[in-house]
């Protein structure tokens, strides 16, 4: 695929809670919040002038890890993506060992698919409402399903079922929340502007943004969910809780529910500097939460991947079912060996939903090792490898604006600030050969 978005592609605006269609202006540059309500964000990168991203230190172990999370996620999508759907047998004779072009998709080597797009859908939400809003994230799927917007070739090639009908549910909602309006008030909203007009009366007609169905327990919040843990790095219980609103959006089944809660709090404890003994042990759950999760959630945290060393004869299985899928994932965190490319790599070669399991794994792993533990060939081949980690820096500066008034009591002083042995995992010990400097913004 040599043309990777067409020029006839129509310019969608993104404003406050708006999609309009229109044609491009000018090229002044622009904020990231304005980057981010471009029609495809990656496309203007160059106009990119933000002052807050110039004054942002580097050489900083949390901010590593948070590109590791957002960057391996998109790695393991990439890896997985040319085998998606083949089974476990095919890639026995033909593993995956690098990124490629071709495959399932047709796509070029680095190229992502519905798992990053929808990340970054999520992760531009965060950074531009600067708090958790559920419409806005809805609306950035929205876009992603029908205009392509953070896709890497420019249209929606690849989506869930669960996912479709929620965004489908969600654009049957907006429609009847314009008839109630008209209605009530005799506004008549025309289509090009339901996405903003709504947006601003969301309170009047009592909109519901949880647009998923009771029993989807599908792997689509789980490949998606880095962002929450990563936009919300100060504070573990917000990471817990919005876990579970992201999830909502798009599936109602409490095995989905309680998975993304459990893995967000995962990846927070991860960027926060614990070992992989502590995030792996079976007392992880007693110490950071207080509910009742699903019981055959509960056979996983407890470590049921542990005992199978064999991977897919053993049981494992990378499918789109949310359990299945972070059981394979934490089986191939366990068995990596403290490497990142031979984790990724034991997750994407079970087969079936092979880029999923990879983007899955790439979170959690990435996360604990930074972005200099995840190996820079791929990170080098990675399609918009440089936009990736802006969107990673503007999650750390966002989360962080977001504490600011809050007591200190409650949230986690900045790595920066508190750099005591109990706080931080020195990430230059596990990469020994690596100079520990961020040097992949640009």
Same mark, same amino acid.
């Given at each position: 695929?040599?043309?990777?978005?067409?020029?006839?592609?129509?310019?969608?605006?993104?404003?406050?809670?708006?999609?309009?269609?229109?044609?491009?202006?000018?090229?002044?540059?622009?904020?990231?919040?304005?980057?981010?309500?471009?029609?495809?964000?990656?496309?203007?990168?160059?106009?990119?002038?933000?002052?807050?991203?110039?004054?942002?230190?580097?050489?900083?172990?949390?901010?590593?890890?948070?590109?590791?999370?957002?960057?391996?996620?998109?790695?393991?999508?990439?890896?997985?993506?040319?085998?998606?759907?083949?089974?476990?047998?095919?890639?026995?004779?033909?593993?995956?060992?690098?990124?490629?072009?071709?495959?399932?998709?047709?796509?070029?080597?680095?190229?992502?698919?519905?798992?990053?797009?929808?990340?970054?859908?999520?992760?531009?939400?965060?950074?531009?409402?600067?708090?958790?809003?559920?419409?806005?994230?809805?609306?950035?799927?929205?876009?992603?399903?029908?205009?392509?917007?953070?896709?890497?070739?420019?249209?929606?090639?690849?989506?869930?079922?669960?996912?479709?009908?929620?965004?489908?549910?969600?654009?049957?909602?907006?429609?009847?929340?314009?008839?109630?309006?008209?209605?009530?008030?005799?506004?008549?909203?025309?289509?090009?502007?339901?996405?903003?007009?709504?947006?601003?009366?969301?309170?009047?007609?009592?909109?519901?943004?949880?647009?998923?169905?009771?029993?989807?327990?599908?792997?689509?919040?789980?490949?998606?969910?880095?962002?929450?843990?990563?936009?919300?790095?100060?504070?573990?219980?917000?990471?817990?809780q919005n876990a579970a609103n992201s999830v909502k959006l798009t599936h109602g089944d409490k095995k989905a529910i309680d998975t993304c809660?459990?893995?967000?709090?995962?990846?927070?404890?991860?960027?926060?500097?614990?070992?992989?003994?502590?995030?792996?042990?079976?007392?992880?759950?007693?110490?950071?939460?207080?509910?009742?999760? %699903?019981?055959?959630?509960?056979? *996983?945290? &407890?470590? !049921?991947?542990? +005992? $199978? @060393?064999?991977?897919?004869?053993?049981g494992i299985r990378g499918t789109g079912f949310i359990l299945n899928s972070l059981e394979a994932a934490l089986w191939a965190f366990y068995?990596?060996?403290?490497?990142?490319?031979?984790?990724?790599?034991?997750?994407?070669?079970?087969?079936?939903?092979?880029?999923?399991?990879?983007?899955?794994?790439?979170?959690?792993?990435?996360?604990?090792?930074?972005?200099?533990?995840?190996?820079?060939?791929?990170?080098?081949?990675?399609?918009?490898?440089?936009?990736?980690?802006?969107?990673?820096?503007?999650?750390?500066?966002?989360?962080?604006?977001?504490?600011?008034?809050?007591?200190?009591?409650?949230?986690?002083?900045?790595?920066?600030? %508190?750099?005591?042995?109990?706080? *931080?995992? &020195?990430? !230059?010990?596990? +990469? $020994? @050969?690596?100079?520990?400097?961020?040097?992949?913004?640009?």
């Amino acid at each position: 695929m040599s043309s990777l978005i067409s020029n006839s592609l129509s310019k969608i605006i993104v404003t406050g809670n708006l999609f309009n269609i229109n044609k491009p202006q000018n090229k002044k540059s622009l904020t990231l919040i304005e980057l981010l309500n471009e029609s495809q964000p990656y496309q203007e990168f160059s106009r990119l002038q933000d002052v807050e991203l110039s004054e942002l230190n580097y050489k900083n172990d949390l901010l590593s890890r948070i590109q590791g999370s957002l960057v391996g996620l998109a790695i393991g999508d990439a890896l997985g993506a040319p085998v998606e759907f083949r089974p476990n047998s095919f890639l026995l004779h033909n593993p995956v060992s690098d990124m490629q072009d071709g495959g399932t998709w047709g796509l070029q080597a680095g190229q992502w698919t519905d798992d990053a797009s929808m990340a970054l859908c999520l992760a531009a939400s965060l950074i531009s409402k600067g708090s958790f809003d559920g419409y806005d994230q809805l609306l950035r799927y929205k876009g992603w399903h029908r205009k392509g917007y953070m896709s890497s070739t420019g249209t929606c090639f690849d989506i869930g079922a669960a996912t479709r009908q929620a965004i489908n549910e969600f654009e049957n909602r907006q429609r009847q929340s314009a008839q109630i309006l008209q209605k009530k008030l005799g506004i008549i909203i025309p289509d090009d502007s339901l996405d903003k007009q709504i947006g601003e009366k969301l309170s009047q007609v009592n909109f519901n943004v949880e647009c998923g169905t009771k029993n989807a327990a599908g792997n689509g919040p789980l490949m998606r969910l880095a962002p929450i843990p990563l936009f919300y790095y100060r504070s573990e219980s917000d990471a817990i809780q919005n876990a579970a609103n992201s999830v909502k959006l798009t599936h109602g089944d409490k095995k989905a529910i309680d998975t993304c809660q459990f893995y967000s709090a995962l990846i927070w404890n991860a960027i926060n500097g614990k070992t992989k003994d502590e995030l792996l042990s079976s007392k992880f759950y007693r110490q950071h939460f207080k509910k009742d999760f %699903d019981q055959d959630l509960m056979t *996983i945290i &407890n470590g !049921s991947y542990k +005992n $199978k @060393k064999n991977g897919y004869k053993d049981g494992i299985r990378g499918t789109g079912f949310i359990l299945n899928s972070l059981e394979a994932a934490l089986w191939a965190f366990y068995n990596d060996e403290d490497s990142f490319e031979k984790g990724v790599l034991l997750a994407v070669n079970l087969g079936d939903d092979t880029d999923t399991t990879g983007a899955i794994y790439g979170q959690l792993a990435g996360a604990y090792y930074g972005i200099e533990g995840i190996p820079k060939h791929w990170r080098d081949k990675l399609f918009q490898k440089d936009f990736i980690i802006t969107l990673a820096n503007g999650l750390y500066l966002k989360g962080n604006a977001n504490y600011r008034h809050k007591r200190k009591s409650t949230v986690i002083e900045d790595m920066e600030e %508190d750099t005591s042995p109990n706080k *931080i995992r &020195n990430i !230059s010990t596990i +990469n $020994k @050969k690596t100079p520990h400097i961020i040097t992949e913004y640009k």
